[in-house]
């Protein structure tokens, strides 16, 4: 089977190294990629919003099965474009329809959502642009504080805000609505500060069944100790020792069941993959949000455990037979690194120069903001640069082994955090960190 895989980043590398161990997999191909991916397919630019050129690259090159990596294009609408267009008639999209992926494009749509279903989630209220007397007097209700405020729409990663203080909460209320966001923000959703640990749990679903994907945990401060600024995140664990049966269990029975249950009921058609970013709460899960895609970098680190075939459980989607297939996983703990630019998640340079990946000995290195110049030397385009993966016996020993791959490489300005996992090793608790996006 030939695959059209869409996005460039280290999500993007780790599912094309996925994929291409696939015996059931002809040709890949990314859109628009990066100098990893072009070790496992063939790099390919194509614009994504020129349905005639879609069209036409989907002919030519036969595929059958079309992969999307971020969640842009799917609250875009491109599952859509492409259901539609009968030429593409027996294409199948690993990703849902715009519809379903307003579960990530609209904050107001999924706590609407995961209230009608009784999917356990923090209170809240929605308050649109003129409301800011309204919302400024609903802050009253949460007491003290902290606040969670967020921007109902896409905001690349940036709109959330957790404010300790009623003063810092009403500053972000009145620039969320005063437009800091553009439409992402014209309506707010203040919602319950909720005190736990944070938790990435993943699925994948034709619909009908799904199937559980290995879990993790994500770091998204910048700085060690989970200080300064949020970034796409800096780090990811999995397994999560904290996240034991029992609980997985009931991140099953009420959140990920009740929530295809809700897509089904809703009459929303739904497939491809669902990240429920959840907060353990004393031993129960609540739900932060939802997004459409895998997470990054936790896709780094759940995907090297994924033992079965991801063609395979994709087949499954395309045929309506998910529950037919299996799920197996590497026991193993993975600990993924991301090494960053200097100046990430604020301004950065680009075009460092980039040494020792070919020293990394029993670790993966996942590209992400990378680029060849002119004299074919890999070099750095972007905030977060690569990630490493390592695995180990325990959390212990994975952080040890990637860490040890991480000091190999190297190139100007490099930024990484010092203690990921850290706070997972057996001699220490695990720290109560608060929501984040």
Request: aromatic share 6%.
């Amino acid at each position: 089977m030939n695959v059209l895989l869409i996005g460039s980043g280290g999500r993007e590398h780790a599912l094309a190294w996925k994929l291409s161990k696939s015996t059931l997999l002809d040709e890949l191909y990314v859109t628009p990629g990066n100098p990893g991916t072009v070790r496992h397919g063939r790099n390919v630019q194509l614009d994504l919003g020129d349905q005639k050129a879609v069209r036409n690259f989907i002919l030519e090159k036969k595929i059958r099965m079309v992969v999307v990596g971020p969640e842009a294009p799917l609250v875009d609408g491109l599952h859509d474009r492409i259901a539609a267009d009968p030429k593409l008639a027996g294409v199948t999209v690993i990703g849902p329809k715009a519809e379903g992926a307003r579960l990530e494009g609209s904050k107001e749509f999924a706590k609407e959502f995961m209230l009608r279903h009784n999917i356990p989630t923090a209170a809240f209220r929605v308050f649109g642009k003129g409301q800011l007397k309204e919302a400024v007097a609903y802050l009253d209700l949460l007491g003290n504080g902290p606040y969670v405020i967020k921007a109902d729409g896409l905001a690349q990663g940036k709109g959330v805000v957790i404010a300790q203080g009623r003063k810092e909460a009403e500053q972000a209320l009145k620039e969320m609505l005063g437009g800091r966001f553009g439409a992402a923000s014209e309506r707010v959703v203040i919602e319950q500060f909720l005190k736990g640990i944070e938790l990435s749990a993943f699925l994948v679903t034709d619909g009908n069944s799904f199937k559980m994907l290995p879990a993790a945990k994500d770091y998204k401060r910048i700085g060690d100790g989970d200080t300064g600024p949020n970034t796409g995140g800096m780090g990811a664990v999995s397994p999560a020792p904290f996240a034991d049966r029992d609980f997985m269990q009931k991140v099953h029975d009420r959140v990920a069941a009740p929530t295809i249950r809700g897509l089904k009921a809703d009459g929303i058609p739904y497939q491809g993959f669902l990240f429920m970013g959840l907060m353990n709460v004393n031993g129960e899960p609540y739900v932060i949000e939802y997004n459409v895609r895998l997470g990054d970098p936790e896709t780094q680190a759940i995907l090297p455990r994924l033992q079965s075939d991801l063609m395979d459980l994709f087949e499954g989607i395309a045929s309506g037979t998910l529950s037919e297939r299996h799920v197996d996983t590497d026991d193993r703990t993975c600990v993924t690194v991301v090494m960053a630019s200097e100046g990430y998640p604020g301004e950065y340079g680009t075009g460092k120069p980039i040494e020792g990946i070919e020293a990394v000995l029993n670790a993966y290195v996942f590209q992400a903001g990378t680029a060849e110049n002119d004299q074919g030397e890999l070099v750095t385009n972007g905030g977060r640069v690569l990630a490493v993966s390592g695995f180990g016996k325990d959390v212990e020993q994975a952080v040890a082994n990637t860490y040890r791959n991480v000091v190999m490489i190297d190139f100007e300005g490099r930024t990484v955090r010092t203690d990921i996992g850290k706070d997972l090793v057996k001699s220490q608790a695990p720290k109560n960190v608060t929501t984040s996006a």
